[in-house]
């Protein structure tokens, strides 16, 4: 059963670029979380998708950050118009049911570097 | 609001030293309390939990108390070895909260030396 899994592991972007980070859950999830990891800090919480929906985005910035989790294929965040700031690692988890931090199951993050 | 504040690393120790890593924690009501660890180049994992107070979590020879006196949830190990080093993340989710309220904890770099 494979785990989640994030692509690309590594992603330079120059200033003013798109970025497109992907996660796939486990298998037979349907919660999805995105989280960012400014250097020297912790993991920020930014969104929180089931399938089809944003269930919230309270710590997503409202604007050039998007996220979707179509029916079919992965989970994307997207960043437009990338800025220096925006460099940092993005990790996705996924879970079965909405149950706090037990049943969570982390990728392992995209590490973005903007020029 | 809730936080979580932990030792600043790197910590750096040799094989089979004695390991502590602190974790305080400021929060309302009764929240759950956890240790995640990141090895290098994997995600986090859930490492242990503790989901009230005086609950001692522990898993592969790691242990944390709850502490709600002290508000804390220190992380130790009697002897740590070179494969225990990785990014330890103490961090806390509200009672029966989504896993969107987790708080993170900055993390903590262990490396241990033969």
């Known amino acids: 059963n494979a785990g989640v899994m994030q692509n690309p592991r590594h992603l330079v972007r120059r200033r003013g670029q798109e970025a497109r980070l992907r996660c796939s859950p486990m298998?037979?999830?349907?919660?999805v979380y995105w989280y960012r990891q400014l250097p020297e800090e912790g993991l920020k919480f930014m969104v929180y998708?089931?399938?089809?929906?944003?269930?919230?985005e309270s710590g997503m910035p409202k604007e050039r950050f998007s996220a979707e989790f179509p029916k079919e294929g992965p989970s994307i965040l997207r960043i437009q118009q990338v800025v220096r700031g925006d460099s940092a690692a993005y990790f996705c988890?996924?879970?079965?049911?909405?149950?706090?931090?037990?049943?969570?199951?982390f990728g392992s993050g995209t590490q973005l570097s903007v020029l | 609001g809730d936080s979580v504040t932990q030792m600043e690393g790197p910590v750096t120790l040799s094989e089979e030293a004695f390991l502590t890593i602190n974790c305080t924690y400021t929060a309302t009501g009764y929240p759950s309390l956890f240790w995640y660890v990141q090895y290098p180049g994997e995600g986090l994992q859930l490492l242990l939990k503790a989901t009230k107070a005086d609950d001692k979590g522990s898993n592969k020879g790691f242990e944390a108390t709850y502490r709600k006196e002290t508000t804390s949830f220190h992380l130790e190990k009697g002897s740590v070895q070179v494969s225990d080093s990785a990014v330890y993340f103490c961090?806390?989710?509200?009672?029966?909260?989504?896993?969107?309220?987790?708080?993170f904890g900055s993390g903590t770099r262990l490396s241990i030396r033969p």
């Open positions: 298998k037979g999830h349907s919660h």
């Open positions: 961090a806390l989710s509200p009672s029966y909260s989504s896993a969107s309220k987790i708080i």
């Open positions: 988890a996924s879970s079965q049911q909405d149950r706090g931090g037990e049943k969570l199951f």
């Open positions: 998708l089931q399938k089809e929906n944003i269930i919230d």
